[in-house]
């Protein structure tokens, strides 16, 4: 009988922990969402280099990314010139839950007419990592006879 009475104290000990540990389980609290920060060049590789300068630089720079699908433009200073390639380089933080970043950029400031064009090759956000380096070279062209477009690729990316 004694020993009766101490397993079903044993049993109920036993299982009110087991519950305890599911309820714990349960409600543990989500992982802390990681900052993510992208460093990023953008050449403008169609740019002459001669006369009218204002196509030297790319200009209204934007992050895009996604999810969520974001375009956040890039402040003008935040941007550093490269004179050797006539580039801009910038650190920009993404939007938590980012998978893939790219850019848009426009090559053409001196034309009337510019548009973005494609963005070929966005960057992708593997989990773990807290800073994308990435490179894109753009480039703009003139759609005859309208406007000139800027497309941009991804030529290279590392995480850390």
Do not use: E
Not at 100 to 115: E, M, P, R
């Amino acid at each position: 009988m004694f020993a009766g009475k101490l397993a079903r104290r044993a049993l109920a000990l036993g299982s009110a922990l087991v519950t305890t540990g599911a309820a714990i389980v349960a409600f543990q609290q989500p992982a802390a969402a990681v900052n993510v920060t992208l460093q990023a060049t953008v050449d403008c590789t169609s740019s002459n280099y001669s006369g009218n300068t204002s196509d030297w630089y790319p200009n209204t720079l934007a992050v895009v990314t996604s999810p969520p699908s974001t375009s956040t433009p890039v402040p003008n200073g935040s941007l550093v010139a490269n004179p050797a390639n006539h580039s801009y380089q910038f650190s920009q933080a993404l939007p938590s839950g980012a998978t893939s970043v790219t850019i848009n950029a426009k090559c053409s400031s001196g034309h009337q007419y510019d548009l973005y064009g494609v963005s070929n090759g966005s960057a992708s956000i593997p989990a773990g990592y807290t800073t994308v380096t990435a490179s894109w070279a753009c480039a703009a062209w003139q759609v005859y006879p309208g406007p000139y477009v800027t497309n941009c690729s991804l030529q290279s990316v590392s995480y850390s």
